[in-house]
């Protein structure tokens, strides 16, 4: 990351160190036996050090989750223009969810589900998922008009995607995401 300091350098890879051994003790022991003293030992780091990046364990997944917004945001900028808006949506989670591999999103779905405190975090990130698309939607087509409709285009969007995600999990990777993907966009198209 070019200008980025000596700090901030640390700060990241420090933040990825954590989340890459809570995952991994998460898919090796299960979620409720990791403990922070576990995470913060496979890191490399203190207890106390664990609490200056992340308030609890269930923040490791949930920051996988959060980061989601953002990665789609960026996608949606980089659509054609021209494209409508559930059409560059699409296009969007598409090329976002071909960047993580189903093996990790199935672990992390499942993961998530293991925990009911992280289950009902996990349903505000869809909140948020919807207002990042919002607001690139909004930069794309200003018009206080369409409002209503960009609204709805990222509450759809992000409910497909949950389909998807769910239907990934329940078949156990079976059928790639992107099909599942086209499966609920195609719905949701001959639905309206």
Known sequence: MSGEGLRARKRRETLQRITDAGMRLFIARGYAETRVDDIAEAAGISRRTFFHYFESKDDILLS????IGAMLSQALRDTPAGL??????RA?????????????MIAIDRLMRASPAVQARKQASYVAQEQALLAVLRERWPMPEREAGLRLVAML????MRLALEALSREDGKRPLVVLLNEAFDALQAEV
Not at 64 to 67: D, E, F, T, V
Not at 84 to 89: E, F, G, K, Q, S
């Open 92 to 104: 969007a989670v598409i090329a976002v969810s071909a960047t993580i591999p189903p093996a990790d």
């Open 157 to 160: 969007a992000v409910g497909a």
């Open 64 to 67: 996988l989750q959060s980061g």
């Open 84 to 89: 409508r808006p559930l059409d560059a949506v």
